[in-house]
């Protein structure tokens, strides 16, 4: 494997579709939220007070943070293992510890059977990119293939 070929292997694994919508949505719903603490009127039969205000400011940076935790999946390859970044866990892999990939069946992202017995989804590739998300489930087979020891009878 060349240079050029080894590094467009080991560039990280990330959603197209899923963090293109996450990141529209947050704004999108921070507009909204922000729009709607600063023009709600003051006085009326319901008078906004700072207080609601601010409620609707920390929900919109909450609903924001929640929806751009989507927005940093990624899986990166090393020379050592891959590093899985999902929602909420990231989990460092040894290459020796993948023991299969599987990306079928109508699963949303590829699942990786570990050595231990316990399955981990890698949700950096989904189904929801096509076509580029099958090339990117054989890309990860490929590296975990090219680097993964190999028992030999000596």
Do not use: C, H, K
Not at 69 to 87: C, K
Not at 97 to 108: L, S
């Amino acid at each position: 494997m060349t240079d050029a070929s080894g590094e467009a292997l080991s560039r990280p694994f990330r959603p197209l579709r899923a963090r293109r919508v996450a990141i529209t949505f947050a704004v999108a719903q921070a507009v909204v939220l922000l729009g709607l603490a600063v023009l709600m009127p003051g006085d009326g039969a319901i008078p906004w007070r700072w207080y609601d205000r601010l409620g609707v400011v920390l929900l919109a940076g909450a609903i924001a943070y929640v929806l751009l935790l989507f927005a940093r999946l990624r899986a990166t390859p090393g020379p050592d293992g891959l590093v899985v970044r999902n929602v909420v866990r990231v989990t460092e892999l040894e290459w020796a510890q993948i023991v299969a990939i599987r990306f079928g069946g109508g699963d949303p992202w590829v699942t990786l059977d570990l050595a231990d017995g316990d399955v981990l989804a890698v949700m950096a590739i989904q189904r929801a990119d096509g076509e580029r998300g099958v090339a990117e489930a054989r890309r990860l087979a490929t590296l975990v293939a090219a680097r993964t020891p190999t028992d030999t009878d000596d």
